[in-house]
């Protein structure tokens, strides 16, 4: 079983694009997430309250297949996002936007417990920060045909993150300055390398 990194952070702060360019570095699995591919994107985009149960439902789904398909190759794997953030962050936005009602929440909640008693928890998490302004200004130049969270919605995101990470002990954080572009150099990325390494081989495989 190999290892797992989640790279995790804001909405538009650049966490595909650091999942892209570490693992091209590294040559680690590379595990994406396609919003516009998953069924009920667009549904749930024309009626929130309506089609957001089954659109969580199918997220933390597919990021617990995900995980698992991961997990299978020998070398170090990357996954942008994942199922712990699919929770802790994009759930829980929608239920205290009144999209999920409490027992729906609820329920996705049993659900995202059940996942992770299955499957090992990430051997590190990567949270990316950076200023909101920053991270507006990203958001607007990404030009993604389909966005449920909106401009407005990033600050409570950000909350949200803190509050989440901020309370995690189990799994190690590394935290990333991601207010320039600096950090996705090439120097950057091999010091990122070395760093990565270093923290989870000292995390005994799962």
Not at 7 to 33: D, F, H, M, P, W
Not at 56 to 62: E, K, R
Request: some cysteine; proline content about 4%.
């Amino acid at each position: 079983m190999g290892k797992l990194i989640t790279i995790v952070g804001n909405s538009g702060v650049g966490k595909t694009t650091l999942t892209r360019a570490l693992c091209q570095q590294a040559g680690y699995v590379t595990g994406i997430e396609e919003p516009a591919e998953r069924p009920f994107q667009y549904q749930f985009a024309r009626d929130l309250h309506r089609y957001a149960l089954a659109n969580q439902i199918d997220f933390l789904l597919f990021r617990a297949n995900q995980e698992r398909e991961l997990r299978q190759f020998e070398e170090t794997a990357v996954q942008d996002g994942g199922l712990d953030q699919d929770f802790y962050i994009f759930t829980r936005h929608f239920h205290e936007r009144a999209y999920l009602s409490t027992a729906e929440f609820a329920l996705c909640q049993q659900l995202h417990t059940t996942l992770r008693q299955l499957l090992p928890p990430p051997d590190l998490i990567i949270w990316l920060q950076a200023p909101l302004d920053t991270i507006a200004t990203r958001y607007r130049q990404r030009g993604r045909p389909l966005e449920i969270t909106q401009l407005g919605d990033l600050a409570q995101l950000e909350q949200l993150m803190m509050s989440w990470l901020s309370q995690e002990t189990a799994i190690p954080i590394l935290q990333i300055d991601a207010r320039h572009a600096d950090y996705l150099a090439r120097a950057q990325l091999e010091a990122l390398q070395q760093q990565i390494e270093h923290m989870i081989t000292a995390v005994p495989t799962h």
